[in-house]
């Protein structure tokens, strides 16, 4: 069990005041509607949802860069969206937020993703997914690679990866490569398909069912995650391994070869969802504002969980993580 206290995290707060964090991933627009339902319909053996009010809310890597401005670190926000209401509405939707969307290519030949959900009394009825997830074009890569190299003084980078064609090897590797060149740390939350094109970084956070994916293989035990864990720091030369096993907590991987375990403290799990984005963005602010890799897998490990007892995607707060400790 690894320690911190709340003094050392108000240093570490102030020490990554005012920095700028690049994200680079899958955009998303995640719109609900919220109703009731007291009838059913006489078309089909259907709800009929009375809706009473629309959200809109920035998901994917957006989710992030908004974890990000909670956190009080200037973000600039690197993906791809279409040419369309949604695409306006989701820029719109940044600069309320505080994140520079300058970072974002506009795509005449995609629409902008949406994930659409509906609620009747309180309980989601349906789910409807407006994407495209071909690979990036060459010259949306080349416009996210000359953003981040004409931005200055960025103190990291952020890799959100959903496997929706924002994240091309190509983009990787340059990024990677100018991020090498330049001492810029790069985080990284994975999925399937680019896994193993994140050489080289200072962290990788991926989940169970991810590493799963990746090796091809089911992790039952404890010396099942150990293993998986030192042959992923070997394959992909990673500094640290950050391994998020949900209700057991996390698996910190270290170069070193050192292996650490931090639990989850008891609570009502509400809603898991974001949690992945806050425990990256929140672990990565805590890196440049000075904190060690154990330090920062504590405090990260300890935001995710505050977002699982709150209902619906939210950020997480300087508060919330000091009066957590």
């Not at 659409?116 to 949306?140: H, M, Y």
Request: charged share 25%.
């Amino acid at each position: 069990m690894i320690t911190i206290y709340k003094e050392r995290i108000k240093e570490i707060i102030d020490n990554y005041k005012d920095k700028t964090i690049a994200v680079i991933g899958d955009v998303m627009l995640d719109r609900y509607f919220w109703g009731t339902v007291s009838r059913v319909s006489p078309e089909a053996p259907v709800p009929v949802v009375d809706v009473e009010r629309e959200l809109y809310h920035m998901g994917g890597a957006a989710n992030v860069a908004a974890n990000l401005n909670s956190l009080g670190i200037k973000s600039i926000l690197c993906g791809i969206t279409g040419n369309d209401e949604y695409g306006r509405i989701f820029k719109d939707l940044a600069n309320e937020n505080n994140i520079d969307p300058k970072g974002l290519f506009i795509d005449n030949n995609r629409p902008t993703t949406v994930k659409t959900r509906i609620f009747g009394n309180n309980q989601q009825i349906v789910r409807l997914d407006i994407e495209k997830t071909s690979e990036i074009p060459d010259e949306g890569e080349k416009y996210i690679l000359r953003t981040i190299q004409e931005t200055k003084e960025i103190s990291a980078i952020i890799f959100c990866d959903y496997n929706k064609g924002a994240l091309s090897d190509i983009l990787i590797r340059e990024v990677i490569n100018y991020s090498k060149n330049n001492k810029i740390p790069v985080f990284v939350d994975p999925k399937f398909e680019n896994f193993f094109t994140y050489q080289n970084v200072t962290m990788l956070k991926p989940n169970k069912k991810e590493v799963e994916g990746a090796l091809n293989r089911t992790l039952r035990t404890e010396n099942d995650i150990i293993d998986a864990g030192k042959e992923l720091l070997e394959k992909l030369h990673c500094k640290n391994l950050l391994l998020t096993l949900g209700a057991n907590g996390m698996k910190l991987f270290e170069s070193n070869g050192e292996i650490s375990s931090i639990q989850t403290k008891a609570r009502h799990v509400s809603d898991v969802s974001g949690a992945g984005d806050t425990a990256i963005a929140t672990y990565a602010t805590s890196i440049i504002g000075g904190a060690d890799v154990k330090e920062a897998t504590t405090i990260a490990n300890a935001a995710s969980g505050i977002v699982c007892e709150r209902p619906g995607i939210v950020s997480i707060t300087k508060q919330d993580i000091l009066g957590s400790f």
